[in-house]
């Protein structure tokens, strides 16, 4: 029976993520933006204008700040507190320029100053000349501000690398003069607050922009703030209070924030976390009200000026979220929600210009890209379009190495999915990957963002990181019982030391366990493991240690099952394999009440005479069509052998004789097929084995090796398209969704096997997989982000920090 985790810990997972979630809990979540809070915090009181009217933001402002061990104090979003990037020189300003208003906090001005300072040049050039739009907008901006205010913050003038920022700035105004007939446009308005002074003369201009639903300024909390001192609008004032009685804490990147997003992101971070399969009944129900209320309600595509705002990077980032996480649940859905931007030829040339601030709306696009049906090419081109520009956001890094400390989070993220796509992905690995890495989860949300820190982290509580790893860790102790189960089974058959061919019994095991992360008992697991074992035993037995009598001896031994007379290697073959089939037959039947057992023999008939008609062809050099090949080769393959036995443990249902569950067998097996020769055709051609690399030179003499692999994959990639249809919809019930689990499971692991390099057959290419997988210990003893302020009692906060603030509580 395998260790479970404690059922307290899951209810209080539930109770905090899916339960208690009213639609103002959702801001717990969300973490707080300096930048924007610190905009709030400027309004004034009316009545005694030299207070502020919402005071517990300054104290928030004042609690919350970082130091550097050479160089003052700063100010960085919550989201972003390991990242020292350009982000903390803007919100390091807007809190300075808070602090100056309010005339507090005299000695941490200085120290902030000392480090604008001291690593704005630094900063600036670990961009290697990629400013993003908002920075070269909001960065000026915060430095003219601060110099209306008195603070001298580069005392010997501007550095060259600031006056780049400066010079990028007027690019942009520029380009949007030429764009607009006013001279405030929308993609401007958004910010506001920090536009020279020119652009916030007209009130009309700006009122006109108003939303007419929340009264913001495209639900930016600075924008709408500065709107409000420009033109004391009532509609700008009812929107800042709506925002700080709900969000008391500290102001989040927009105002208000989506909820069904909210939910989108919460669901994709347990299952990336890995901690999914406790809350499958709450995961189905966000889901269906997503489907509902969300995807089946088609939202208006942005037009004109619209389409230059951060209106649009959520729309796209939002669509391609709920489509990948929709499809992955069996909903059919189409891509046309998201990828009618592919067909925007201007909006194209926008975000190639601008593919910084696209990073995570991009991100997104490419990781539902990869859950293609046939004939969806539209999304095949989002796919191509958006990972080129993913490449360009690593530019200026080594990109072999994704360990480098100039890497973000989210970056080392991105360099990771362009590296293995989803197919190649092994879930237990992909968990540990995202549990280590700080219990992040990056989103775009807001203007202010960067490719360093261009995302907020959705804030967990602690109960979440502490259910992911502790069931990390069961599945690792899990795993290392059922390793040495499946050893022992294996000495006890006497096949751990038969004498001959590859002895992969560990990495057997590894690629059941590890490709995808399901609750499944471990007699799954077990007898995935060991019929992987007696494949690469046999198949070695034919392919390099067996004679022809001994061979064909075995086969029909095999078609009639009975062994007796055999002797030797082809004995220890046929007892292992026999005691296995009854093991697995008798199981299912107790444990199902279903009787397989002649069809569990019946694939094995099949593999069996497949391995001995390559043997005979081998043995006659024959040299078979590629259409022959393939008959034959799809069987002896044998994936059917590892897979269909496991589905018999895993449902009471058998599904029906169909046409589709024909199919998903056939899709199956080609595509391991093709999967395998393509990374073992260099092994296969010194042995004198067929091959489909091969066979194709064969048969097209003017092609070369490359001219062939891509054939290849361009079929592989058919049918991979093909089969992931048959395995992620619902349409049809003939097929367990366990079934559908299981075959998608070994696909995966064939594309990790075989996807780019032959690493089964490597003797260390999985090494360092296996230990990660079953013994090392996960890494977490990293900083932990940084979490709003938690406010007890608000009119406390006029003592907070080190400045003076000299009035006497009060409550808005």
């Known amino acids: ?194 536009l020279p002074e020119t652009y916030k003369e007209s009130h009309e201009q700006i009122l006109a922009q108003q939303s007419s639903e929340d ?226 989860y990056c989103i775009l949300l807001g203007k202010s963002s960067s490719w360093r820190y261009k995302l907020i982290r959705l804030v967990c509580s602690d109960n979440v990181v502490e259910l992911a790893t502790k069931s990390y860790e069961i599945r690792q102790s899990v795993y290392r019982s059922e390793l040495e189960d499946v050893k022992r089974w294996a000495k006890d058959f006497g096949l751990s030391d038969i004498g001959f061919g590859r002895q992969k019994i560990t990495h057997c095991y590894f690629c059941a366990a590890i490709s995808v992360s399901l609750p499944l008992c471990s007699d799954v697991r077990k007898s995935m493991a060991k019929c992987a074992i007696l494949v690469v035993l046999a198949d070695d037995f034919y392919d390099e240690e067996g004679s022809y009598c001994e061979l064909r001896e075995l086969t029909e031994a095999v078609q009639r099952w009975e062994g007796s007379l055999l002797c030797g290697h082809s004995r220890v073959v046929f007892d292992a394999l026999d005691g296995l089939v009854l093991d697995i037959a008798s199981k299912a039947h107790n444990q199902q009440g279903l009787d397989v057992k002649e069809d569990i023999k019946d694939i094995w008939r099949g593999a069996f005479n497949a391995w001995f008609k390559e043997y005979e062809w081998r043995r006659k050099r024959y040299v078979a069509r590629i259409d022959e090949y393939l008959e034959v080769a799809t069987i002896s393959v044998a994936v059917q052998p590892i897979v269909c036995p496991a589905c018999y443990l895993t449902t009471p249902h058998l599904p029906q004789r169909s046409t589709r569950t024909h199919k998903i067998t056939e899709l199956m097996m080609i595509s391991t097929r093709l999967l395998n020769d393509i990374g073992s055709y260099q092994r296969e051609l010194e042995e004198g084995k067929l091959n489909m690399v091969t066979l194709f030179l064969k048969e097209n003499p003017s092609a070369t090796i490359e001219d062939s692999i891509a054939y290849i994959c361009r079929a592989l990639e058919v049918r991979n398209k093909e089969l992931i249809e048959l395995l992620l919809t619902d349409d049809y019930v003939q097929v367990p969704k366990e079934w559908k689990r299981l075959h998608l499971s070994v696909l995966k692991v064939f594309h990790i096997l075989y996807g780019a390099t032959n690493k089964f057959d490597s003797p260390s290419a999985l090494l360092e997989n296996i230990k990660a997988a079953f013994y090392d210990p996960l890494v977490t003893d990293v900083p932990r982000i940084l979490h709003p302020y938690k406010v007890k009692d608000k009119r406390s906060l006029y003592w907070v920090g080190r400045g003076n603030f000299d009035s006497k509580p009060r409550e808005f």
């Open 1 to 194: 029976m395998e260790r479970s985790v404690d059922e307290t810990l899951i209810e209080m997972v539930k109770e905090e993520v899916f339960l208690g979630a009213s639609p103002d809990d959702m801001y717990s979540f969300v973490p707080c933006s300096v930048y924007e809070t610190a905009w709030v915090a400027m309004i004034p009181d009316s009545d005694r204008p030299n207070l502020p009217l919402f005071p517990e933001y300054l104290g928030w402002l004042l609690h919350n700040q970082q130091r550097v061990e050479e160089g003052g104090y700063y100010w960085v979003e919550s989201f972003a507190a390991h990242d020292l990037t350009i982000g903390c020189l803007t919100t390091t300003l807007a809190s300075l320029v808070v602090f100056t208003t309010w005339n507090v906090a005299r000695q941490n001005i200085d120290e902030g100053l000392e480090f604008v300072r001291a690593y704005a040049d630094k900063l600036l050039v670990e961009q290697h000349g990629l400013i993003p739009r908002w920075f070269a907008i909001v960065f000026p901006g915060m430095l003219e501000l601060a110099a209306s205010k008195g603070l001298e913050v580069f005392p010997n003038g501007w550095t060259e690398a600031v006056k780049d920022v400066f010079t990028r700035r007027e690019e942009i105004f520029d380009m949007e003069r030429s764009s607009f007939s006013t001279s405030l446009s929308p993609s401007l308005a958004l910010y506001l607050e920090a």
């Open 215 to 440: 009264g913001s300024l495209f639900q930016s909390p600075s924008a709408t703030a500065s709107a409000f001192l420009i033109t004391k609008n009532r509609g700008f004032m009812m929107y800042l209070k709506s925002l700080v009685r709900t969000c008391q804490n500290g102001a989040p990147p927009m105002y208000p924030v989506d909820q069904d997003l909210v939910k989108l992101c919460l669901v994709d971070h347990l299952q990336r976390l890995g901690c999914d399969e406790h809350f499958a009944e709450e995961i189905r129900h966000v889901m269906d009200q997503i489907y509902w209320n969300y995807w089946m309600i088609q939202e208006p595509q942005p037009q004109g000026f619209g389409k230059h705002d951060t209106q649009l990077q959520l729309q796209l980032q939002k669509a391609s979220l709920a489509f990948h996480l929709l499809r992955m649940h069996g909903y059919r859905v189409s891509p046309s929600r998201f990828c009618w931007f592919i067909h925007d030829l201007e909006l194209l040339s926008y975000m190639r210009e601008n593919y910084i601030d696209f990073l995570g709306a991009l991100y997104n696009i490419y990781r539902a890209s990869h859950l293609a049906f046939p004939g969806e090419a539209d999304l095949e081109k989002a796919h191509t379009f958006a990972r080129n520009l993913l490449q360009n956001g690593l530019q200026g890094h080594n990109q072999g190495d994704h360990h480098s400390s100039l890497l973000t989070d989210f970056q080392k993220e991105i360099f990771q999915a362009l590296r293995a796509p989803w197919l190649a992905q092994a879930d237990h690995l992909e968990h540990r990957i995202y549990i280590e890495r700080r219990d992040d």
